[in-house]
C-alpha cells in the first residue's frame, strides 16, 4: 500500500488526510493572497477531486475549490454503478468500452476495493422480452466478459455472466412476476458503496498529499493566472494565484470559460423502502417495453432502501443546484418497474427521488470564442479543452473514468504550463481506507463499517464504542450512527447539517428521514469546536 493510505491495522486516519473546519479556516488564509499555487482546480466532483489528487500526486502544489461541498453536484446523483463499458460495445466504440473496463478494474483491485465490488444483476425474460432481445442481450454480457479479460480484471472480481432458470430467477428476485417467466440472464459490473463517500475519499487523499481543499468558496472569475473568489462562509472576496487552472465545474462549466457549451441530460432515480419489494439478493436489469437495449436499474442499498432509476433526458434553460425531479420521469419508472413486478408499486410508495445532470460537450464545428480541444476526443465521451487563455476545462465523462479524465486535465495543464512533472501514478495510488480483501476482512469492526470507511472502521466503531451515546442510531430504522456523523466533522469536512444527510451519509434521499435526523446532526455540530 502506499505511504498516502493509515497503516491497515491501525484504523488510524492517513497522516495528513483529515479536512476539519479549522484546517480550511488555515489553508484559505495561506492560499487568498499568498503565493502562486501550481495548479488550482475549481469544482470537488469525482473530476474535480481526482484532479487535485492527481496533481498533488505528481508532486505540484495544489488548490481546489468548490462554491458547496465535496460531491455536491452530478457525483452524487449516480447509479452507483462503476460500468465496465458494455453499452459502448453495440455502437463499435471500442476504445471507450475498454477505458470504462480498465478503470472498473482500476477501482476494484487497487484504489478503491472497499469502496467499490462486484454487484450480480438478473435480467428477467419475461414474455416482454423476445427471443431474438434475450440472444443479443447474453451476447452482448458474453463480449463484456471478454471486456474484463482484456482489461486484466480477474474472475475472482467479476464472475462469469450465466444463464438462470426460472426458479434460479424467482430465487435472486422473489418480486419477480411468475406467469410467463422464461428464466434470466445473471451479469456482474462494479458498484461503488455510495458515489459522494468515493469523491470524499479522494479528496481526503488528495489533502494526504499536501492539496488544499477548500470547500464553499465560489470562483467568481477565472484568468490565465488563477482566479477571483468568495468565501461563501463570510462574503469575502480574494484572489487565488496560481501557474495553472483547471475547470471542472461539470454542468456549470460554460459560466466560467467562454466557448464551453454543455448540453445536460438528466437522469432521475426514486427512492424506495426495500421491504416493498421484499427480498432483493441481486439488483434488477428490466428492459424498458419496446426498446431494444434500454433498460431500467433496480438497485439494493443495504440499509432499508432500494433505487430504481434511470432516464436520460435533455435540459433546457438554468441549471439549477439541486436538479428537480419531474413527474413524468417518476411515472415512467414506475411504469417499467410494473411491467416485471409481481409486487405493485404505487406513487405513493415513492419515498423519494433524485436527479443528476451529465454535462455532455456541445460544441458545433468551427464555433466557440477561443476555446479549442488539446486532448480532446468527443467519442471517448470526454473531452479537455484549453482556452486561449490557458485555462484547461475537462468536461462530459462518467464517474467510473473519473481518473482517467483527470490525468487528461492535469496533463493538459502541464503541457500548456511548462509545469514540471511526471507521469500520473494515480492508477496505482490507493485512496484512504483501500486495503486488500483479505486485510479487509481481518478488520474488527461491523461489515457495513468496513463497506464504508475501509481500514478507518475499527476507528469508527471505537468511538461508537467507547461513548454510548454515539453509538444511538441517528433515526430508528436506519443504520447510520452518531458516531459516524462525528468522524465525518472531525475528518471527512462536513461543515454542517446538509453535509452530514445529503452527502457524508445519504439519509436526506428521504425527506421525511432527513427531517427526523436534523435533531441528532445539530446535535453533533455543536459539541465540536472549529478545531475539530
Avoid at 45 to 60: H, K, N, P, V, W
Avoid at 113 to 142: E, K
Amino acid at each position: 500500500m502506499n505511504s498516502s493510505s493509515s497503516p491497515p491495522s491501525s484504523g488510524r486516519p492517513a497522516p495528513g488526510s483529515s479536512l476539519t473546519a479549522g484546517r480550511r479556516l488555515r489553508d484559505l488564509a495561506r492560499t487568498v493572497g499568498g503565493e502562486p499555487v501550481d495548479v488550482l482546480v475549481v469544482g470537488l466532483g469525482a473530476t474535480g477531486a481526482g484532479a487535485a489528487l492527481d496533481a498533488a500526486a505528481r508532486g505540484l502544489t495544489v488548490a481546489a475549490v468548490d462554491a458547496h461541498d465535496l460531491a455536491f453536484g452530478t457525483s452524487r446523483w449516480s447509479s452507483k454503478l462503476i460500468h465496465g463499458g458494455l453499452r459502448y460495445l453495440a455502437s463499435a466504440q471500442l476504445d471507450v468500452a475498454h477505458e470504462s473496463a480498465r478503470e472498473r478494474g482500476i477501482l476494484m483491485e487497487r484504489t478503491a476495493p472497499h469502496l467499490v465490488r462486484a454487484q450480480p444483476f438478473v435480467l428477467p425474460l419475461t414474455p416482454l422480452v423476445s427471443r431474438g432481445q434475450a440472444a443479443m442481450t447474453w451476447a452482448g454480457f458474453r463480449a463484456g466478459d471478454t471486456l474484463r479479460l482484456a482489461a486484466r480484471t480477474a474472475r475472482a472480481t467479476l464472475p462469469a455472466p450465466r444463464r438462470l432458470s426460472a426458479a434460479e430467477t424467482r430465487h435472486l428476485a422473489p418480486a419477480l412476476r411468475g406467469s410467463g417467466l422464461r428464466g434470466g440472464l445473471l451479469s456482474w459490473d462494479g458498484r461503488v458503496t455510495d458515489d459522494a463517500r468515493l469523491v470524499t475519499a479522494i479528496a481526503r487523499t488528495a489533502a494526504a498529499r499536501g492539496a488544499r481543499i477548500l470547500t464553499r468558496v465560489r470562483a467568481l472569475e477565472l484568468t490565465a493566472s488563477g482566479a477571483r473568489i468568495r468565501d461563501e462562509l463570510t462574503g469575502e472576496e480574494g484572489e487565488i494565484r496560481a501557474r495553472a487552472v483547471i475547470n471542472a465545474s461539470g454542468v456549470w462549466s460554460g459560466g466560467l470559460v467562454d466557448g464551453v457549451r454543455i448540453r445536460p441530460s438528466r437522469g432521475t432515480h426514486v427512492v424506495l423502502r426495500a421491504d416493498r419489494l421484499g427480498l432483493l439478493p441481486a439488483g434488477l436489469h428490466i428492459p424498458v417495453p419496446g426498446e431494444i437495449n434500454r433498460f431500467i436499474l433496480v438497485l439494493p442499498q443495504g440499509d432499508g432502501r432500494v433505487y430504481v432509476g434511470l432516464t436520460d433526458e435533455p435540459v433546457d434553460g438554468d441549471l439549477p443546484d439541486v436538479p428537480n425531479v419531474p413527474e413524468t420521469d417518476i411515472g415512467f419508472l414506475l411504469d417499467v418497474l410494473g411491467s416485471a413486478l409481481d409486487v405493485p408499486v404505487h406513487r405513493d410508495d415513492v419515498v423519494g427521488a433524485f436527479a443528476g445532470l451529465r454535462p455532455l460537450l456541445d460544441v458545433a464545428p468551427g464555433e466557440g470564442s477561443g476555446t479549442a480541444p488539446s486532448t480532446a476526443d468527443i467519442s471517448r465521451r470526454h473531452a479537455v479543452l484549453t482556452s486561449r487563455e490557458g485555462v484547461v476545462t475537462v468536461v462530459g465523462g462518467k464517474l467510473t473514468t473519473y481518473r482517467r479524465m483527470a490525468e487528461d486535465a492535469v496533463d493538459a495543464a502541464v503541457a500548456t504550463h511548462g509545469l514540471s512533472a511526471g507521469a500520473s501514478p494515480t492508477a496505482t495510488l490507493p485512496l484512504v481506507g483501500a486495503a486488500p480483501p483479505r486485510i479487509l476482512g481481518a478488520l474488527r469492526a461491523p461489515r457495513r463499517l468496513i463497506n464504508r470507511y475501509g481500514t478507518e472502521a475499527p476507528a469508527v466503531h471505537a468511538l461508537a464504542t467507547a461513548e454510548p451515546r454515539l453509538a444511538r442510531p441517528v433515526l430508528d430504522g436506519h443504520p447510520v450512527t452518531r458516531a459516524e456523523l462525528l468522524w465525518a466533522v472531525r475528518h471527512e469536512g462536513a461543515l454542517d447539517a446538509a453535509d452530514l444527510l445529503d452527502r457524508r451519509t445519504r439519509i436526506g434521499l428521504v425527506p421525511d428521514d432527513r427531517a427526523l435526523a436534523l435533531e441528532a446532526a445539530r446535535e453533533v455540530l455543536g459539541n465540536c469546536s472549529v478545531g475539530d
